[in-house]
């Protein structure tokens, strides 16, 4: 059946550590999403510190590389602001009458984000209402990130001849791609709702596991409540394969490739006492970042006023690992969907693309709602 399309094409650029993603897509009629093709390059090393765009041309250079490869010509663009300066928080705010909102949220911004609001661009969300100490409280979720860091994504879509649709963080693309309904494949949906009592609640986490970083993103009824970074990622594996294995730094290539081929197992094969090490070293990175993951959780439900987590979505390159959706089922004792293993209504893809690398393009789409 043919796509009713009605906007013009328009490319959407996730720039990760390690990878740049760009997706070129259009707009249905009912604001469904058709994925015509994308396109992953090489993030230039040294180029991105914390989000900050260090290096502009190298990075122009290789995304225009992707854009020409994959024929994703267009002439307007999205792009996510990636790092770990990007602040969010809920903050409690006594409840004024609806007249006085605006003012009293910015007075309790400037008192609890460690920021100059002039340097940064700050938006903020009302999610409810709560009783907090005794008081009616406001829950307020706030975002801020520096305006310099804005213009140099803005700066990198000039240069490439792109008109700038949006810059947006992932946290906000994340919410957007899963404020659409969820098909699962499973066919042990049933069994799930008997091991997992809290398989129906409203509340899930987004993690995506990325190379350098971990982020935490908690939605309830689909509305972003929640958002860490955990400076830790699946590059942190390969370090830990090169020590186990007592390898050279320079074999990181090696380490990577161990990983993507073992992941993680339960039962030593004694006939490949390899894959046993190199699961060794994954699982002591994996339960790290579980801890730090526990943390996050607890932190949303004793501090944040937020609801128990029902179930977790396992996007970017670290959902692909072998193991890691059951490891986070036994870990947090919650259904775990690595994204590849759902459909999202509303994102159809042109039938001669490859999918198997949608984990990675979660951000990319997201952005295009």
Not at 277 to 305: H, L, P, W
Request: charged share 30%; hydrophobic share 40%.
């Amino acid at each position: 059946m043919a796509l009713q399309l009605f906007a013009s094409d328009f490319l959407t650029i996730d720039v990760g550590f390690r990878y740049i993603k760009i997706v070129k897509l259009k707009k249905k009629k009912n604001n469904d999403l058709a994925v015509i093709n994308y396109g992953i390059g090489d993030t230039p090393k040294g180029c991105i510190k914390n989000g900050a765009i260090k290096d502009k041309a190298k990075v122009v250079t290789e995304i225009r590389r992707v854009i020409e490869e994959n024929n994703l010509n267009a002439k307007e663009a999205k792009i996510v602001v990636s790092g770990t300066n990007i602040i969010t928080r809920i903050i409690m705010v006594d409840k004024v009458e609806e007249k006085e909102i605006d003012k009293k949220v910015w007075s309790e911004i400037n008192n609890y984000l460690p920021i100059n609001v002039d340097e940064h661009r700050v938006d903020y969300k009302i999610l409810d209402m709560v009783n907090h100490g005794g008081q009616e409280k406001m829950r307020v979720f706030v975002t801020a990130v520096s305006k310099n860091i804005i213009y140099s994504y803005i700066e990198i879509l000039k240069e490439l001849k792109l008109k700038p649709i949006s810059v947006d963080i992932p946290a906000n693309s994340i919410s957007k791609f899963f404020q659409k309904d969820i098909d699962f494949r499973e066919t042990d949906v049933l069994s799930k709702r008997q091991r997992f009592p809290n398989f129906t609640s409203n509340t899930v986490a987004v993690i995506d596991l990325g190379s350098e970083t971990t982020i935490v993103n908690i939605l309830k009824n689909k509305i972003p409540e929640f958002n860490r970074v955990i400076l830790q990622g699946s590059s942190n594996i390969d370090l830990a394969i090169i020590e186990k294995l007592t390898l050279d730094k320079n074999q990181a290539d090696k380490a990577e490739r161990y990983k993507k081929m073992y992941g993680m197992v339960d039962y030593r094969d004694p006939n490949n006492d390899l894959e046993w090490q190199c699961s060794i070293a994954t699982r002591k990175v994996i339960d790290e970042i579980a801890r730090n993951v526990k943390m996050c959780f607890s932190f949303y439900v004793d501090r944040c006023g937020g609801e128990q987590i029902s179930k977790v979505f396992l996007v970017g390159g670290g959902s692909k690992l072998k193991g890691i959706k059951e490891y986070f089922e036994e870990t947090f004792n919650i259904p775990a969907y690595p994204i590849n293993n759902v459909d999202i209504r509303g994102v159809e893809f042109a039938r001669e693309l490859n999918i198997e690398k949608i984990n990675y393009l979660i951000n990319a789409i997201g952005i295009a709602f």
